[in-house]
């Protein structure tokens, strides 16, 4: 009964857990949304110099490329609310015989309708300005262009501020200050990776911590081993360290008049193993199981809403995906391509948040709930974390005017998600209600659309329809729409 009551309590006094009213938890939940959403539009528009005209001189690329975009998105209470956004990259690629160096500044100004901004900061230009810049060795590379012999073996090294993609990115996809290095022997690969969150820029996966979403800073150290000797597959082993390192590690909070001061400090270990490959010359695959383990600090608020001291507990958690890839040869000349995909991550009972330290894990007991600052798609609208969750995705996208003068390159897609919690009477990163699982049916559509060789179109629109764990005032429906005009000089 205590952890029923725990995700029941969650209707009274303890409900405005981490934030001081429901409305600015409101903000926060549909701040996270956001930001993972853009970040997976500009990581879907895979912009880069294969798709682009650039000024070129010997071995020199110079280019850039300016994003105008427009987003409606309705909040949990289905209030819309407008952003503007310019977003500019400018960036300078040099390479000569191995070695290579990368910068890229960004201007991405964020114009919002009067009252609409989430974090309180209004109009602003994002930063860092300067927010890729890095160095990469090849040794292969350099002896085949000093010698012209390809080496059977390599070493590569590349340091900076990059983005790291960790196996699948379950348990860590974001940029980084990161030094990697890795050796080719003969059918094995070793990768080794040390590295920190910058100040700005990151999202922390715990809301409640201060300066979440302006001073994240977390260490991570990881090595990875993947078996090249299979001609269609590519298993691999990993294990990564994430140590807790925020200097603001200590608040008080005030809830209803009473203060509870609470103590941050999260440290996490992830084993993974997976693999990628061809299941036929048609069906292709990904899947990847992670295991997490470490130390957190309990919550400073018992499930009665009184202040309780905070303990240092093990984490026990997991995470995992699989997903296929089908391109039937019938369908290859208009691109055709349909997806299926599974994500499940374990929460937590004893939590009234799956991710926040107040209102986190209960004293004495084992954290359950996976964290990390990982990426999955769960879709444009909801975007949960990925804790407590399973999202189960069918998509299917194709250029069906191929060859059909301006409209060659459009491609239009579609994907459905369902998604639930993984334990009914666990909390995830919003408010549900308790012991109910469903949490929705979300339908996203897409149009990616190269016009011209320099200038390209992004659509996106999502519905999502609450399922029964959505509480009432967030049980109806929400629309995200985006809207962006990419130009390349």
Same mark, same amino acid.
């Given at each position: 009964m205590r952890l029923r009551w725990v995700v029941m309590g969650l209707a009274g006094p303890a409900a405005a857990i981490g934030l001081q009213s429901t409305a600015r938890a409101q903000d926060t939940e549909t701040f996270e949304r956001l930001e993972r959403t853009l970040r997976e539009i500009e990581m879907s528009r895979q912009v880069g110099a294969a798709d682009l005209e650039f000024a070129e001189s010997g071995r020199l690329l110079l280019g850039g490329y300016t994003t105008f975009g427009f987003v409606a998105s309705d909040d949990a209470s289905s209030n819309t609310r407008i952003l503007r956004q310019s977003d500019t990259k400018l960036w300078a690629d040099f390479s000569m015989a191995g070695h290579e160096a990368y910068g890229r500044l960004r201007f991405n100004y964020l114009d919002f309708n009067s009252g609409d901004s989430f974090d309180g900061r209004g109009d602003n230009l994002e930063e860092p300005i300067a927010d890729r810049y890095w160095y990469r060795f090849d040794y292969r590379t350099a002896r085949l262009a000093d010698a012209g012999k390809r080496p059977d073996d390599n070493f590569w090294f590349q340091g900076g501020?990059?983005?790291?993609?960790?196996?699948?990115?379950?348990?860590l996809s974001e940029v980084l200050y990161s030094a990697q290095a890795g050796l080719e022997l003969h059918n094995l690969e070793v990768m080794g990776m040390v590295g920190l969150t910058p100040s700005t820029g990151p999202i922390d996966f715990d809301s409640s911590r201060p300066g979440y979403d302006t001073d994240v800073d977390r260490k991570f150290m990881g090595v990875m081993f993947t078996y090249t000797g299979f001609d269609r597959h590519r298993p691999y082993l990993f294990f990564l360290d994430q140590q807790d390192q925020n200097d603001r590690d200590s608040r008080t909070i005030l809830l209803l008049g009473t203060p509870f001061p609470t103590r941050y400090h999260y440290d996490s270990r992830y084993l993974g193993v997976g693999s990628s490959g061809e299941i036929t010359t048609e069906l292709f695959y990904q899947a990847e199981f992670v295991y997490e383990y470490g130390q957190s600090l309990s919550s400073s608020?018992?499930?009665?809403?009184?202040?309780v001291a905070q303990t240092e507990e093990s984490i026990r958690a997991w995470a995992g995906n699989a997903r296929l890839i089908y391109a039937p040869r019938w369908g290859?000349?208009?691109?055709?391509?349909?997806?299926?995909?599974?994500?499940?991550?374990?929460?937590?009972?004893?939590?009234?948040?799956?991710?926040n330290t107040f209102g986190g894990n209960l004293s004495g007991t084992d954290d359950r709930a996976f964290n990390s600052?990982?990426?999955?798609?769960?879709?444009?609208?909801?975007?949960p974390?990925?804790?407590?969750?399973?999202?189960?995705?069918?998509?299917?996208?194709a250029t069906p005017w191929r060859g059909q003068g301006i409209f060659d390159k459009m491609r239009i897609g579609v994907d459905g998600y369902?998604?639930?919690?993984?334990?009914?009477?666990?909390?995830?990163?919003? %408010? %549900?209600?308790?012991?109910?699982?469903f949490l929705g049916a979300e339908l996203d559509l897409f149009i990616d659309w190269q016009i011209y060789s320099d200038l390209?179109?992004?659509?996106?629109?999502?519905?999502?329809?609450?399922?029964?764990?959505m509480p009432a005032g967030s049980d109806d429906e929400r629309h995200f729409f985006y809207a962006g005009l990419n130009y390349a000089f």
């Open positions: 501020r990059q983005f790291v993609n960790w196996g699948s990115g379950l348990a608020i018992s499930p009665f809403a009184a202040p290859r000349p208009n691109g055709l391509r349909l997806d299926w995909e599974i994500v499940a991550a374990s929460g937590d009972e004893d939590r009234q948040h799956t991710s600052l990982g990426y999955a798609n769960t879709g444009l609208v909801l975007g974390n990925m804790s407590n969750l399973m999202s189960m995705r069918m998509g299917a996208s369902l998604l639930h919690k993984l334990d009914s009477d666990a909390p995830v990163s919003f %408010t %549900t209600t308790g012991g109910e699982r390209s179109l992004d659509v996106r629109y999502g519905l999502f329809i609450p399922g029964d764990a």
